[in-house]
């Protein structure tokens, strides 16, 4: 990008639409932690247009850690009156600051061979966490992640991987397991199948419950989200093609492709805004629109089409030590991102014989944030902190979320705290209660 | 190298409390109002009422100006540093340092936001009556500084009626504690004199706050009117029959659009050229007859529909949306300049009418929403800040409107404050002598006048009186 040209750095229009009132402050994880109004969403979009106006340089490091600080958690489009469209323009100066910031060597080779080699491509990212789980259980990792510096807790921190076994794919027809009342697909997605397989065979498994046969997507990997939320468009672009075409491939007997179910808060909200990231691309954009219509998330599809006579159940003798009083948290991109709120908490209210509590703080962002808790450990954990208090507080036994990120944050900020307390996915959790008794 | 004042201020507040590169102090030219802009030299973000009486004291020594800033959703450029020099926020002073539900009082640090004091207040069925628009984001001490008001405010009173004591530090560093005792004030009352100083007397770091009861029960009303003029008329009647709602609010026809496009959409029609929201409180028999009565006088004045809210939920919506109005004018247009006047009620529909006019005459895009009860009215602008054409014809038409108002025997802000931006027009509403006694005030506090410089009072005002007192012979 042009830096004699600074209006092409960051999307000048929208952020015309900050009207400079004040009311995202509060809710801003970055800036509950440093009070400083540079890291609020109302200074960021006051640098970036400083930056498009000519009063801020479009290589200024100060500017470009401000960008990298955010958790692109969008919390603030949820408060904002304006309808700032905050997550589309941080995609979009971090993209067009990433070619003008000077990164280190080191990082910039680990982005390419994280973002263009491993995360597209199952077989390499299969061989990846096969390392990383022979580097852990050999005490390999140990050994050489205080050669990580800052990220060394991080590393150490990943959920031990699964062995073999239960990170096959899924199988290319999982028939509905009642009457079937129709048919889905599901984003396996890059790094679920290796570390939360258990969770898209749980997917699978309430959906077939509630009489949806779903049908697996091959080979396909990555959607891009991470590419997008990190300032890598281009990749994020060429990722989303791949994804549409991989997918309008599953369709029905009539040829009707198939609704597509998402169990990764921040992928789903990725992919119903394709018909945005390809809005440029004449050759696309339709079929990217009509692609993105059929994202459903998990919870979103399941309470929609769940039959009256489902009925899930935790068994109170053995339910009750499983689950416990039961809370849940929304994951940013899920209500943040997507406005998918009531959702899950309607369908825990479903099943028989859970106690659910609300937590305190359950819209703040938990720091995961993709891989922002890999990138910036501290901080994540900084952010974490407040989360942790309002679990405490709730006197919960266990914390359900809807996005394998926020499942990772919370188990291991819980294990690090020595808290007792279990983390499922929703889909887990649903998964048990429709299983027959 | 850096200059040794500065490391001496690090020194007291630390690394993370102190922010000096330009690009981040950038972000520190403007509050709520853009159009006035300036960068601080320095931004401190002290944790203590220690640290912010010592780093006063460094600021006294070498004669630096300083701004007090909460969350800078200032209306009238309050938290601007004109001057420059150092920029003290209050951000990362959020603690509420005690909570006692049976005296109802609760003592906080100055930047904790107003409606987390209302949260924390929740689960002793109280909360902190004055409810500015921006209370999910504005500071309490913003709010003592400004003597902000809100709908509520209309039963409960403005936030002067709220505040019990205060820790103040002076510009010297001094800390003056004036949070005991939390009855009547003995003496001067030094605590009334401090609310509503915008920043200029000192620095509130402790508030004592009065805490009120969660009414018993609560009915919110929402009219709609096929003209604004009715909704006027529709207030004037309510107060003329005595009646007490805690809350009346009219929102016109551009709010309502904006608004119902927003996150906030509250169900207001859209077709409505005017709504009318009304809050009732009290037991559940002084709600019901209060309802009952109301209504009537409501539909008199030719309200199309009258409803009332029927859930929790639906009564959160509407005022939601009544508070997000200001910000979902940022659909309109880049901008917005808010007007803040205060007219008798009984010229409310008068100078509405005329508002419009004025708008009308200069093309302007104008939105209106008002504290109809208060007769505070704010009249939105929404314009674009680099059309300067454009923003010379919004700034005549403010002052048009606060004339008119100033002419219908109104006052220039409801509560925004005068700040920076109607500074020239307090020369409108107030005599020589009037502004020169505020100086001496002024001056009795902060006799350098380095706390908030070139707000509130013009300048012209304090020389004026400063040359007077020292060439006696001058006075005439
Ligand atoms: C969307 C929106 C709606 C609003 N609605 C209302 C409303 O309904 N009613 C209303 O009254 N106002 C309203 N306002 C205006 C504004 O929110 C209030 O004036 C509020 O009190 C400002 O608080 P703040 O923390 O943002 O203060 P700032 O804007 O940061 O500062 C305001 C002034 O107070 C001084 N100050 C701040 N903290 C201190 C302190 N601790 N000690 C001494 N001086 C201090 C500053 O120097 C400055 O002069 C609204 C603003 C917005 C953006
Ligand atoms: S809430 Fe929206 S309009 Fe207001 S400052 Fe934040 S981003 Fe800007
Ligand atoms: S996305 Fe989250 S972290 Fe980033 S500015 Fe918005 S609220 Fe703050």
């Known amino acids: ?437 | 190298m850096e200059a040794a004042w500065i490391a001496e201020l690090r020194a007291v507040v630390g690394e993370r409390g102190i922010v000096d590169d330009a690009t981040r102090l950038f972000a520190y030219e403007a509050d709520g109002i853009v159009l006035l802009r300036q960068r601080p030299d320095l931004v401190l973000l002290p944790r203590t009422t220690d640290e912010v009486s010592r780093a006063l004291a460094i600021l006294h020594r070498e004669r630096i100006p300083i701004v007090a800033r909460g969350a800078g959703t200032g209306l009238s450029g309050g938290a601007t540093p004109v001057a420059g020099g150092v920029v003290l926020s209050l951000a990362r002073m959020r603690d509420v340092l005690e909570l006692d539900p049976v005296d109802r009082i609760a003592r906080v640090q100055a930047g904790l936001v107003n409606i987390d004091l209302s949260l924390a207040a929740a689960k002793h069925g109280l909360f902190y009556a004055p409810d500015p628009s921006s209370q999910q984001a504005c500071t309490l001490g913003g709010n003592v500084a400004e003597n902000s008001g809100g709908p509520h405010c209309f039963r409960h009173g403005a936030t002067t009626q709220h505040v019990l004591g205060l820790v103040l530090v002076l510009e010297d560093g001094t800390v003056l504690d004036l949070s005991e005792p939390r009855v009547d004030p003995l003496g001067l009352d030094l605590v009334g004199l401090f609310v509503g100083s915008e920043g200029m007397f000192g620095v509130a770091t402790e508030l004592t706050l009065k805490l009120t009861k969660k009414p018993a029960t609560v009915e919110t009303l929402l009219a709609i009117f096929e003209s604004l003029d009715a909704a006027c008329d529709a207030v004037s009647d309510l107060i003329r029959a005595r009646h007490e709602p805690s809350a009346i609010e009219i929102l016109d026809r551009l709010t309502i659009e904006a608004v119902e496009a927003s996150v906030y959409a509250a169900g207001y029609p859209k077709t409505a050229e005017a709504v009318l929201l009304v809050d009732v409180e009290g037991s559940e028999v002084e709600v019901e007859n209060s309802v009952r009565a109301i209504e009537p006088l409501i539909r008199a004045r030719g309200a199309i529909e009258v409803r009332v809210a029927k859930s929790d939920y639906e009564r959160k919506q509407l005022w939601a949306g009544r508070k997000g109005a200001f910000g979902a004018m940022g659909r309109i247009a880049p901008d917005l300049y808010v007007a803040d006047v205060c007219v008798p009620r009984t010229k409310l529909r008068e100078v509405v009418a005329h508002t419009t006019r004025i708008a009308r005459e200069k093309n302007l895009k104008l939105a209106t929403v008002f504290h109809a009860g208060d007769g505070n009215l704010h009249p939105n602008i929404a314009y674009d800040r680099r059309d300067a054409d454009e923003v010379r014809r919004v700034l005549e038409a403010g002052d048009e409107i606060m004339h008119l108002c100033i002419a219908a025997g109104g006052s220039l802000t409801g509560e925004h404050g005068v700040g920076l931006e109607k500074l020239p027009a307090m020369e409108w509403l107030f005599t020589r002598e009037d502004l020169a006694t505020m100086c001496r005030v002024r001056e009795a506090w902060d006799p350098d006048r380095r706390m908030n410089p070139g707000k509130l009072i013009p300048m012209r005002a304090c020389l004026e009186t400063k040359q007077a007192l020292a060439r006696p012979e001058h006075l005439t």
């Not at chain 1, 809370?327 to 899920?334: F, G, K, M």
């Not at chain 1, 890999?374 to 952010?383: E, G, K, W």
Request: net charge negative; aromatic share 6%.
């Open chain 1, 1 to 437: 990008m042009n830096l004699a040209d600074p209006k092409s750095l960051v999307e000048y229009a929208a952020t015309l639409d900050c009207i400079h009132c004040g009311l995202c402050l509060r809710t801003c994880p970055t800036f509950q932690l440093t009070g400083n109004e540079a890291s609020s969403p109302r200074g960021r979009i006051y640098l970036m247009r400083g930056v498009a106006e000519g009063e801020v340089a479009g290589d200024d490091p100060v500017y470009h850690e401000e960008l990298e600080f955010c958790l692109v958690c969008r919390h603030c489009e949820s408060v904002c009156p304006a309808g700032v469209r905050f997550g589309e323009m941080m995609e979009i100066a971090r993209d067009r600051s990433a070619h003008t910031a000077k990164r280190p060597l080191l990082e910039t080779l680990a982005r390419r061979i994280g973002f263009d080699v491993v995360l597209p491509n199952r077989a390499l990212m299969r061989l990846a966490m096969s390392l990383l789980g022979f580097a852990q259980r050999s005490g390999v990792l140990a050994r050489v992640a205080p050669l990580f510096g800052a990220r060394k807790d991080a590393l150490l921190a990943l959920p031990a991987v699964p062995p073999t076994s239960e990170r096959e794919p899924l199988g290319l027809r999982s028939p509905a397991r009642v009457l079937e009342r129709g048919e889905v697909t599901v984003l396996e997605g890059c790094v679920m199948p290796e570390l939360f397989g258990r969770v898209n065979r749980a997917t699978v498994e309430t959906l077939g419950a509630i009489g949806f046969t779903t049908r697996a997507c091959g080979t396909h990997a990555c959607c891009g989200a991470l590419h997008a939320h990190n300032g890598e468009l281009e990749g994020a672009r060429s990722l989303a093609k791949t994804t549409i075409a991989a997918f309008d491939g599953v369709a029905d007997q009539g040829g009707e492709p198939l609704p597509i179910i998402v169990n990764s808060a921040g992928c789903g909200a990725h992919m119903k805004e394709y018909g945005r990231l390809l809005a440029d691309d004449p050759a696309w954009r339709e079929r990217a629109s009509a692609f993105s219509a059929r994202v459903h998330d998990f919870s979103e599809f399941v309470a929609a089409h769940a039959p009256p006579d489902w009925k899930p159940s935790v068994d109170a003798s053995d339910g009750a030590r499983a689950f416990g009083r039961v809370a849940y948290d929304d994951p940013c991109h899920l209500c943040h991102g997507q406005q998918i709120r009531k959702q899950p908490r309607e369908l825990l209210a479903r099943v028989a014989g859970l106690e659910c509590v609300e937590l305190a703080n359950a819209e703040q962002c938990c720091g995961s944030a993709g891989i922002y808790s890999m990138l910036r450990p501290a901080d994540s954990n900084a952010v974490f902190e407040p989360k942790l208090a309002a679990l405490d507080e709730s006197r919960a036994d266990t914390l359900v979320t809807a996005n394998p990120g926020c499942q990772m944050q919370w188990q291991s900020g819980i294990e690090r705290a020595g808290r007792n307390v279990r983390v499922v996915h929703l889909a887990e959790l649903l998964a048990e209660a429709s299983r027959a008794k």
